[in-house]
């Protein structure tokens, strides 16, 4: 994908590291406030959050006009993908395919859902194409989808969608489908006739909750937002205490939140002088492959960065249970205490891809008029060009500042909050929560680092 060019680099007031060690002692300022002000919430209590139900958009869930509305977009919104996938421009910067996925899908919906909250429900194509084929061939996988009915998938938990978001991660982290279209379009096509196979087989119910990895993806980023919607109505509750919610303990939920940020991480990596070093060290190795060496480097580089991450949580959990001297059920902390990282997940998205997201996605309105590249004018968008205002280099860094150091905080606050549910007594919770202050802190500071490398000197 070609990356929105910020101009000139904007000159830092100060030297990087001061911008580093602010956001750190701001994370640490706000763990001490937490100490001081939210040291008598233990127990169930700490995890409670006030909610308060809008009984003005009630109709909303049981709309079904509304369904069928937002189901078309989802499907009219795949449909683009696969047919300009294959039909449209080979390069990736004129493609409409490109744009669709990589800005509106995995950047554009990641913020919407975690701002507003299950907006992907709403218009999911594997959904709405499902529900088009029921009517169409009506079968025996409708009665899966009962409210009472036995999940056939209940054993795998969501291992499977594990699997796919890896795969997912490395088509992106390596590019191969970015720059190339047509394989894209494919690879679409395929997963959708996959999902279409599994849903008819076992129900859209359990196959979404435990295979389809952009359900699982959203379900997960919907608990940071501040509109809930259950049992048909919809809630407002304060940013991220979704993530509070109870959840089954499992490792696949572990390393699907850690999946989530070494995807991440590891795309923003890729501009740094470390990995250009990585690269020119690993020449010789990787060289005589050519193309295909490069990108066998990207995707061990991927597969090592989400090992390293998920050690270090591992080992930070380790240490919390430890100093938290109560006895707990490990993995059900571990898994409770991984949802708190979403909310680093959701800023880190916004900031990684803030510029793509402001300008970038801009240049689908002259796609929009030439889908195919055939010149055709289907709009009068002749001469079209992206308005930067919104993305100077000096702005864009500050606004990553912001909700990095912000994003840090909240889940300094979460975790907090689960370790006075777990660990009961206030010093008990004192002292679990210093490795994960450590690792906030080691947090904040790096990615601050990454981010700093595209836009600053």
């Known amino acids: 994908m070609v990356l929105y060019s910020f101009g000139p680099r904007y000159d830092l007031p100060l030297p990087l590291s001061t911008f580093q060690w602010a956001g ?64 449209g421009p080979a390069q990736p910067a004129r493609n409409l395919a490109v744009y669709l996925t990589w800005i509106y899908l995995w950047a554009g919906m990641a913020v919407l859902t975690g701002v507003v909250g299950p907006v992907w429900t709403a ?22 989808d009962g409210a009472a009915a036995a999940d056939p998938l209940a054993a795998l938990g969501v291992w499977p969608a594990v699997g796919l978001f890896f795969l997912f991660g490395l088509l992106e982290v390596t590019d191969l489908s970015t720059a190339r279209p047509w394989l894209m379009a494919l690879l679409a096509l395929a997963y959708t006739a996959f999902t279409l196979a599994g849903m008819r087989r076992f129900g859209a119910r359990p196959w979404l909750a435990h295979v389809e990895f952009f359900s699982v993806l959203f379900s997960i980023l919907r608990r940071f937002a501040p509109v809930d919607v259950r049992e048909g109505r919809v809630y407002l509750r304060p940013l991220g205490a979704g ?25 923003a990596i890729l501009s740094t002088s470390v990995w250009a ?41 380790e240490l919390v249970i430890y100093f938290g001297t109560v006895e707990v059920d490990g993995l059900a902390t571990a898994t409770t205490f991984a949802l708190t990282l979403v909310p680093i997940v959701f800023v880190y998205n916004a900031a990684h ?105």
């Open 24 to 87: 750190a002692a701001v994370v640490g300022i706000s763990f001490i406030m937490m100490t001081v002000f939210a040291s008598h919430r233990t127990g169930p209590s700490a995890v409670r959050y006030p909610r308060r139900e809008v009984a003005v958009l009630g109709w909303m869930p049981g709309a079904s006009w509304l369904r069928a509305i937002t189901g078309t977009v989802g499907l009219l919104g795949l449909a683009t993908v696969i047919v300009t996938g294959l039909f």
């Open 123 to 144: 218009v999911n194509p594997f959904r709405a194409l499902d529900r088009v084929v029921r009517r169409l061939r009506p079968g025996r996988a409708s009665a899966a």
């Open 243 to 267: 993530l509070l919610d109870p959840l089954d303990g499992g490792w696949d939920w572990v390393l699907f939140v850690i999946l989530m940020l070494s995807s991440l991480a590891f795309d």
């Open 277 to 317: 070093a990585v690269v020119r060290i690993l020449r010789p190795e990787w060289a005589p492959w050519g193309p295909v060496g490069l990108q066998a480097l990207m995707g061990l580089g991927f597969v090592v960065l989400t090992v390293i991450f998920l050690a270090a949580f591992v080992i930070c959990m």
């Open 353 to 457: 891809n803030y510029a793509s997201l402001v300008v970038q996605s801009q240049l689908v309105i002259p796609l929009l008029a030439d889908p195919f590249g055939r010149g055709w004018q289907l709009l009068p968008t002749a001469g079209y060009q992206p308005n930067p205002l919104l993305a100077p280099a000096a702005l864009v860094w500050y606004v990553q500042v912001f909700l990095i150091v912000g994003g840090h905080v909240i889940a300094m606050f979460l975790a907090h909050l689960r370790a006075g549910e777990r660990f009961h007594a206030a010093q008990s919770v004192l002292l679990s929560q210093y490795p994960i202050l450590v690792l906030m802190m080691l947090y904040t500071m790096t990615s601050l680092w990454i981010l700093a490398q595209p836009i600053t000197r």
